[in-house]
């Protein structure tokens, strides 16, 4: 994704229109429109101005790969990620198909991504 399309992502997810995100980062609503149309090339000032008002880090917007989920995924389907590597079910990753012993690997990084996020959050203070 371009910097442009990742810009207009974000700003939809977070139900914002152009002028809200432009006043947001003290832009005009066409020069944003013009760099979500990939027309022109925002400085590094203006990233950081748009990331902000997005409340993202700054990189998600260069991040080519940093592609949402697929439009068939349901909250159910990405809930069952576990359960799919588990069954028969085929899976592929950027087009390649993977073998069990693939799925398996796949399957120990997550719960090791998976507990190291439980930890981290028990270790967070309760708000009141």
């Known amino acids: 994704m371009s910097i442009g ?3 207009k992502r974000f700003r939809k997810e977070r139900k914002l229109t ?4 432009a006043e947001k980062s003290s832009l005009s609503r066409s020069y944003l429109a013009d760099i979500e149309g990939d027309r ?11 990331a902000e ?4 880090p700054t990189h998600h917007l260069l991040d080519e790969d940093n592609a949402p989920p697929p ?4 909250s159910k389907d990405l809930r069952d990620f576990k ?14 198909p993977l073998d069990q012993e ?18 981290k959050n028990k270790r967070k203070p309760i708000e009141e």
């Open 5 to 7: 399309a990742n810009i």
């Open 18 to 21: 152009q002028v809200e995100l």
């Open 40 to 50: 022109y090339n925002p400085s590094v000032e203006t990233l950081k101005s748009i």
């Open 53 to 56: 008002a997005l409340n993202i």
């Open 71 to 74: 439009v068939w995924a349901t």
């Open 83 to 96: 359960k799919m590597l588990l069954e028969d079910t085929p899976v592929m990753f950027d087009g390649v």
């Open 102 to 119: 693939d799925k398996d690997k796949v399957m120990k990084v997550m719960e090791a991504i998976f507990w190291d996020a439980k930890k």
